[in-house]
């Protein structure tokens, strides 16, 4: 019987030979730089990117814990590009912990990209696009929890168009008091 040669086995073949000249690569990094820059030096190294990475899981998870605290119970709690930037970090702050220059300068070019997300996103106005065009209709949008929502909320817009829903926020805020009234 011939073996099945696929997608999913090239990339498994792939991920196992990744995986095993990666250890290989790292010592073959470090052993080079310990050449460079001595031994004593290159065992400070290691020592400083793995405290940098313990303590980048640690900032992470818990600012990971915090959020899903503040969401409640079953809530998702946050943003889906706020999450892809706390794993990303996560990601980082593993591959630091891993002794090696190989996935060290991978952890700093993911430390650097969610670092400029972070910049780009409060620059354009809390959204991560620069793009004029996706910003105002992410603004113009409101919250939708769930498909039945959305289609709630489509109906309505076409029920009553020229509504509140269709005109652009201007980041008013309202403040008010309410009393709740009897039945009766």
Not at 111 to 124: E, P, Q
Not at 139 to 163: K, L, M, T, V, Y
């Amino acid at each position: 019987m011939l073996p099945c040669i696929c997608a999913s086995t090239t990339h498994t073949f792939a991920m196992r030979w990744f995986f095993l000249l990666l250890p290989w690569l790292e010592l073959f990094s470090l052993i080079k730089l310990g050449q460079e820059i001595g031994a004593i030096n290159t065992l400070f190294y290691v020592l400083a990117t793995m405290m940098l990475g313990i303590a980048l899981l640690r900032r992470q998870g818990l600012e990971i814990l915090t959020q899903m605290r503040s969401s409640g119970p079953g809530a998702f709690p946050t943003s889906q590009l706020f999450m892809g930037q706390q794993i990303s970090l996560v990601l980082a702050g593993v591959l630091l912990f891993i002794p090696g220059l190989f996935t060290d300068t991978i952890a700093m070019t993911v430390i650097v990209l969610a670092a400029l997300r972070a910049v780009l996103s409060r620059v354009g106005g809390g959204h991560a696009s620069s793009s004029p065009a996706s910003r105002s209709s992410a603004q113009n949008e409101p919250f939708i929890a769930d498909d039945r929502s959305r289609a709630s909320n489509q109906a309505f817009r076409a029920n009553h168009p020229g509504g509140p829903m269709d005109q652009p926020r201007r980041g008013d805020t309202f403040d008010g008091e309410y009393s709740q009234l009897d039945d009766s």
